[in-house]
């Protein structure tokens, strides 16, 4: 398989189907908390190592994959044409596969006419995951996401009814130090317009290398203490007004859960209400301390 330079990063949920390459980096790489592609030249994969890696995947899968991700920071971003030559590859193939995910921005969905998201669904583009981050429109700005609210609101729509079905990622701590319960009350109206199918929660970690620290450095951004963290997540998990599946295992998550809503909302709440009521903050700082990569 043709992977280069650059993380290979899927959501956790996507991490045993098949990974096929079509954009290498991140097409925007300017958040500033995102080290993830930094140093590495966006562009779209060579199409000829595209077709060897569905080749490969055809000759060696012993049971046919059923869903392929395409890796990339944001492989949603590549001009229709790659993304629709990757995709009738796959088709002609790969018969057996039913569905297709990816990363994709909310500025790549908004890039993509109506026409265009048509075609992807029919091509087998479903279920891709989203770097919305949160609602709260100060902390998308200051963080350099190049998106707004409302824009996830619209592009959620069209893909609605493209019937291009998405997950949100939502980045605890992205409001800093004082605006979390803005950012939740925020998050929580402009979710609750949307229907992911699951909300994705990671928590802003500060890694060497990523922009933010030299807002920090200079007192443009202080971080939310851990425990106001939790706080945060329990606030967005008691108020999001939507069924949905919060998956927030991942190892950047002090207190890692997965909880469907609203079927295990009491439960969860318990359980990080034992953790908040700890009020260990040295703890969990440890554990953030740990944390090495997104
Ligand atoms: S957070 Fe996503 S969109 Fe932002 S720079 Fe990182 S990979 Fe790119």
């Not at 605006?179 to 929660?201: E, L, Y």
Request: charge should be negative; proline fraction near 4%.
């Amino acid at each position: 398989m043709h992977y280069s330079e650059g993380a290979q990063w899927r959501p956790l949920f996507e991490t045993t189907q098949a990974a096929l390459q079509i954009v290498i980096g991140c097409g925007h790489n300017v958040c500033k908390f995102c080290t993830m592609y930094k140093g590495t030249r966006y562009r779209m994969s060579d199409r000829a190592e595209i077709e060897a890696d569905i080749d490969e995947i055809a000759r060696f899968w012993i049971v046919p994959p059923k869903r392929i991700f395409l890796t990339g920071g944001n492989a949603f971003g590549a001009s229709q044409d790659h993304l629709a030559f990757a995709l009738k590859l796959i088709r002609e193939k790969l018969p057996q596969t039913e569905s297709i995910g990816c990363f994709a921005r909310v500025s790549d969905v908004k890039a993509k006419t109506d026409e265009d998201l048509r075609e992807l669904a029919e091509l087998g583009v479903d279920d891709i995951s989203i770097g919305a981050e949160g609602g709260y429109d100060p902390a998308l700005a200051f963080m350099g996401k190049g998106h707004t609210a409302s824009d996830i609101i619209e592009q959620c729509a069209r893909l609605d009814t493209a019937g291009i079905s998405y997950s949100l990622f939502y980045l605890a701590g992205i409001a800093g130090a004082g605006k979390w319960k803005d950012n939740v009350r925020a998050t929580v109206s402009v979710f609750g317009q949307t229907h992911p199918r699951r909300i994705m929660v990671h928590t802003l970690t500060q890694f060497p290398g990523a922009p933010l620290l030299r807002d920090i450095e200079r007192g443009n951004f202080v971080p939310e203490d851990e425990l106001d963290i939790l706080r945060e997540l329990r606030m967005l998990c008691a108020e999001l007004p939507i069924d949905v599946l919060v998956l927030a295992a991942h190892y950047g998550n002090t207190v890692p859960f997965n909880a469907w809503l609203p079927e295990n909302r009491d439960e969860l709440l318990a359980h990080l209400d034992r953790v908040i009521d700890r009020g260990n903050e040295d703890a969990l700082r440890t554990i953030r301390k740990s944390v090495k990569s997104m």
